[in-house]
């Protein structure tokens, strides 16, 4: 079981920046690859960014590309989002999650985190 921690989140004017974090307590992190979705009121949950094992290859929802970057540390067993020119649309609970294999822009991943929530004020 991969248990996953999510920080760095907060309240933060439209156009600001946030760094979240995902913590993983797998010691061989490095074979799974990764992804953040975020779920706002009423909606759905959507894709973010994901990145693969050796973090050489990102993906971004066209929503985020240009503003967003995701990446992650092997060695410290963490992923992260920078997030910057947030908008109020940003607004939502963020999750990390973990998949073994080839990584996927879809929900099929098998380990969630608990999640964080994002607030951006207009």
């Known amino acids: 079981q991969v248990h996953l921690v999510e920080s760095g989140g907060g309240l933060v004017q439209a156009g600001g920046s946030l760094r979240l974090s995902c913590a993983s307590s797998?010691?061989?992190?490095?074979?799974?690859?990764m992804g953040w979705f975020r779920e706002a009121p009423g909606k759905h949950r959507e894709f973010v960014a994901a990145?693969?094992?050796?973090?050489?290859?990102?993906y971004y929802a066209d929503s985020v590309k240009g503003r967003f970057s995701i990446s992650r540390d092997n060695a410290k067993n963490t992923m992260y989002l920078q997030m910057n020119g947030l908008k109020p649309e940003d607004t939502a609970v963020y999750l990390c999650?973990?998949?073994?294999?080839?990584?996927?822009?879809?929900?099929?991943?098998?380990?969630w985190g608990q999640g964080t929530q994002v607030t951006v004020s207009s």
């Open positions: 990145i693969n094992w050796s973090g050489d290859k990102t």
């Open positions: 999650a973990a998949k073994e294999g080839g990584v996927t822009i879809t929900l099929s991943y098998d380990y």
């Open positions: 797998e010691r061989t992190f490095s074979n799974y690859a």
